[in-house]
């Protein structure tokens, strides 16, 4: 089990994200979603370690991560939402260096990257650098990276950037089925329907702090509300969405 008991990061004071708990048992799939501002990056980070907090712990399976980081990093795979990429590499390269990374037999190496540029249809580019490469493409590489080494726990921030809709459709699948292996996964994204698709447990930020947090069945019946959108609506957003969309509008037209 991943759990994060009361994360907090400050900046001179100012609190970045406030707070956040969650416990995530191996098959379940935990959406992360705010709007832009609301700490799910920093979340991110401080879970996956990136940056340390300022209050709080990760834990897995009852242990502060903090008492053996190398070992915990080992058992995640990490899809970035700004994608920092050796464009000068070729996807194979790219993969090839990170395997290496975390210490995966030449042999078995070769083969994962091999079957990665197969399924996601990157063999005819497999000898372009990735200076060259879509967003989209460039986006599967990240992903492929991040399960190379086949973690326990797989952190996903904005993963759907870039991805047409077939490649969208199968990074929902992909996530479905990493639960259904028993991998802890974190989804954090502004898509709405995608995480109402994957996810078992839904953690809502909104200015650094958690406004809601409950599976999605139960947020739904809570809030007697249709859909996942509306209940993000009903929690979070102040304005009206159709009246600033038709102020927009309006505005066009003057």
Known sequence: ??????????????????DVNFRLERGGVLGLLGPNGSGKSTTVSMVTTLIEPTVGQVLLDGVSVSLDLLGYKTRIGYVPEEAHLYTYLTGPEY????????????????????????IFNLEDDRYAPMSAYSKGMRQKILISAALLHDPEIIVLD???????????????????????AGKMVIYSSHVLES???VATD???LHDSQV???DSVFRLRELMALPSLE???????LAADVDEVARDLVGVMKL
Request: net charge positive.
């Open 158 to 180: 904005e993963p759907g950037s870039g991805l047409d809709v077939t490649s969208s459709l199968v990074l929902r699948s992909l996530v479905q089925q990493l639960a259904a």
């Open 211 to 213: 406004v809601a947090h």
């Open 230 to 236: 509306q209940v993000f609506k009903k929690v979070v």
């Open 95 to 118: 993969l090839e260096f990170v395997g290496q990374l975390r210490g995966l037999r030449q042999r078995v190496l070769n083969e994962k990257i091999a079957s990665f540029m197969h």
């Open 195 to 197: 995480v109402e698709k």
């Open 202 to 204: 839904v953690l809502i």
């Open 1 to 18: 089990m991943l759990e994060a008991r009361g994360l907090s990061k400050f900046y001179a004071g100012i609190p970045a994200v406030k």
